[in-house]
């Protein structure tokens, strides 16, 4: 993460958001159509990712540190990084499918769940989803925010 970054502006339409020194790359927003995702605020990044959280049951942390599974449970990766839209919402995960060559999708969220609570006691939460491994493959790539 680049928290010593100088502050930048990005504009999203009528919105301008300001990316100061707590920014953060795990929570991005995209300045522009088709132009690398730019970090938001740690504190517009909370402010999200917080009413995101709550609608999967999840802290930010557990949201941000998920598992991506299958509905029989095979693992089909990790959240890597959340993407707001102009008016602060989460739409997209970020999510590095498991196998070979790191490959990063951008996963809608309305493709997503919240995986059951685990009864085993831990603190450790997951999200499902009904995409194959194959139709996560075949989603856009993720394009990571300009240093």
Do not use: Y
């Amino acid at each position: 993460m680049n928290r010593f970054a100088i502050a930048a502006v990005a504009t999203l339409g009528a919105i301008t958001i300001s990316a100061c020194s707590d920014s953060t790359d795990d929570v991005v927003q995209p300045p522009a159509p088709g132009a690398a995702p730019a970090p938001v605020t740690e504190q517009a990044a909370d402010t999200a990712t917080a009413r995101a959280a709550i609608a999967f049951d999840m802290s930010r942390d557990q949201l941000e540190d998920a598992d991506l599974h299958a509905a029989d449970g095979t693992d089909l990766g990790d959240v890597e990084t959340l993407v707001l839209d102009a008016g602060g919402q989460l739409t997209q995960l970020v999510v590095e499918l498991e196998g070979p060559g790191d490959v990063k999708v951008v996963v809608p969220v309305g493709d997503v769940r919240a995986a059951p609570v685990p009864t085993n006691g831990s603190d450790d939460r997951d999200l499902m989803t009904d995409l194959t491994a194959v139709q996560l493959a075949a989603l856009p790539r993720w394009t990571p925010p300009a240093r």
